[in-house]
């Protein structure tokens, strides 16, 4: 980065701008944040707290450690304020119009060098920077939710980003304790909701056809493929298993598996009813008190388990 100045900001303060803000601050960066709502500004230290609360329980941090943090956070009322940034991730709304009036806005108001990053999941980047001055300095960083839980992102490149800033970007993000990989091309939902979306299309395909219920789908996915996906991924566990063992068994199962959308039928129909899922408290499970208690110390011992801390 140029200069002395480093600071980053964050722009849209939702529950993923403050994620992000909030494991960027932990980490030791100035952060600014800003949102055209007041109400969201006002809200933004009672949802970092939520999130310190859940580390300090979990044993990841201090409260000095909350407490120098939330002092590095500083909430703006005017993208003004963030003139000197280095470094500013998108993390606003899903729609196309508004993405772009912001960096129009951004390009007019930072420094040549300051890199733009947007937290989309569902643009590809190039459609993202199309009415940029300089669309170099721009490229997707795709974090997961909870940041602070998932310490991971994706740098997805435009066309015209430039290999520095991507790099820069990866640095910048990887010293703040992310592990972030940087792809080779954009693909349509990057790779984690490609791969997310294949295993929910077959889950789906289960439930509808009548091999198992949602509960019975998870406890599969969550004690045996999700414990081993912690340490190996799908290429690892082939070449583990024998990749003359996966042929075999690819040759016969892969043609049986789901490879049509016919399982938003069964999403259209719980969202039809109102089962929209835990924010109403029905989906494909009733969302209880124990249920929400069960999530809860399930969140704490992933937190508990991560091997290097902020």
Known sequence: MHGKNRRVAVVGAGLMGVGIATCLALAGEDVDVFDLSDARRGELPALAEKIFEELIAAGRIEEAGRDAALARIRVVATLAAMADATLVFEAVVERLEVKHALYAELEALLPSYALIASNTSGFMPDVLCERMQHPERFLVAHFWNPPHVIPFVELVPATATAPDASAAVRERLEHAGFEAVLLSRAAPGFIGNRIQFAVLREALHLVQSGVADAATVDTVVRS?????????????????????????????????????????????????????????????????????????ERRLRMLTDMRSPH
């Open 224 to 296: 045996c493929i999700g414990r081993r996906y912690a340490s190996f991924g799908p290429f690892e566990t082939a070449d583990l298993g024998g990749l003359c063992t996966f042929l075999d068994i690819a040759g016969h199962l892969m043609p049986e598996l789901e490879s049509d959308a016919s399982g938003l039928q069964l999403l259209k129909a719980m969202v039809a009813t109102g089962h929209w899922g835990a924010a109403v408290g029905q989906g494909f499970y009733e969302w209880t008190d124990a249920h929400w208690q069960s999530v809860r």
